[in-house]
């Protein structure tokens, strides 16, 4: 297949360069054309306009919001804006966005013949480099199988398959919520046991070799003890995705009071941001900062403990390249 890819952010260039990488023909755009000429990038075509992804097979877009992705597609220059000739018969679209802009999306799609396929990620950049990042899929089922040895390049952990319209939307948001509360959770027992007396590094060391231990404990492991902030996800994503949360739970009528109440430590992250000499800019640093919310609300004190510690998320040299499969092998594919 001849890909095209739209958004080259932290998340969507990493990716994009897995599907260069594992042999695919990738035509690339993005607004800030630097972003799409990067080393990582390389063996790239880069378009100068969007119209020159038109006649690619399958477009994948990793954008911020659903409306830019709305826009992507329909606006002035949306690939499959009003009088558009030619365009992609295939989107997958990576962003974390609304079910009711998913649907939306959908909706406008089928009157133009186009599948659309919801392929929300999980992970940050580091997992994708290191090949650890996994997604979940809906929509038709015959154009998942088609494009699923692609979406294995990008995600090698998996593509599940969850089933017709914006299941994978559900999936990707409930999975976002247990991060936010496993990060405030793992936080809050970190900064008990130093203020026990145990260095951070010793106790996270135990907490990821544990049954408790994950991909996730471990790729957060240096920046609480080097206090490193970094940018992999801001918590104004965290709190983006916690308020579509929520919001889903109070229409399902389920009930989700731990949710509800790391939502609020979250917000008061936003507060104590006001005592910086920058707020903006600090509420654009890693959501792992909280700890120096929730280290200020312990009164314990917090220093960079200098300790070379692993993330678990060394890159791997050469992702799988894909392995081609008659159609009748892969029907009834699932993860």
């Given at each position: ?14 990716m ?11 035509v ?25 992804l ?15 992705v ?10 499959f ?24 999306v ?13 392929a929300?990620?999980?992970g ?8 650890k ?5 809906s ?17 090698p ?5 969850a ?11 409930a ?45 957060k ?6 206090l ?7 918590p104004?994503g ?53 700890l120096?919310?929730?280290a ?40």
């Open positions: 297949m001849k890909l095209g890819w739209i958004g080259m952010g932290r998340m969507g260039a990493p994009a360069a897995r599907l260069v990488r594992a042999g695919y023909a990738v690339v755009w993005n607004r800030t054309r630097a972003k799409a000429e990067s080393e990582e990038l390389k063996g790239a075509n880069v378009a100068d306009s969007r119209s020159e038109a006649d690619v097979d399958g477009l994948f877009t990793m954008l911020s919001t659903g409306q830019d709305i826009e992507v597609c329909f606006g002035a220059e949306g690939m804006r009003e009088g558009a000739k030619t365009f992609p018969r295939l989107l997958v679209d990576c962003s974390t966005i609304s079910m009711a802009e998913s649907a939306e959908r909706a406008r799609l089928d009157k133009l013949g186009v599948q659309f396929l919801a929300p990620v999980s940050n950049p580091k997992c994708v480099r290191a090949g990042l996994s997604c979940v899929v929509g038709p089922e015959d154009a998942f199988i088609e494009v699923k040895p692609a979406l294995l390049a990008i995600a952990r998996g593509a599940a398959y089933g017709a319209g914006e299941l994978a939307r559900m999936c990707k948001i999975v976002n919520l247990l991060l936010a509360v496993v990060n405030e959770n793992m936080m809050e027992v970190t900064l008990l046991a130093q203020k026990a007396g145990v260095p951070r590094h010793a106790f996270l060391e135990f907490l990821n070799n544990s049954v408790m231990g994950s991909i996730f404990t471990r790729y492991t240096p920046a609480l003890v080097n490193d902030w970094t940018t992999t996800f801001p104004t965290m709190r983006k995705d916690m308020d579509l949360g929520l919001s889903i739970a109070r229409d399902l009528g389920v009930p989700m009071p731990v949710t509800s109440a790391v939502r609020e430590v979250l917000q008061s992250h936003f507060g104590a941001a006001q005592l910086k000499p920058d707020p903006a800019a600090y509420l654009q640093k890693d959501f792992a900062a909280l120096e919310t929730l200020l609300l312990a009164d314990v004190k917090l220093e960079s403990e200098k300790v070379a510690v692993s993330d678990g998320l060394e890159p791997e040299k050469e992702p799988p390249r894909p392995v081609g499969r008659t159609k009748a092998e892969t029907t009834g594919a699932r993860a």
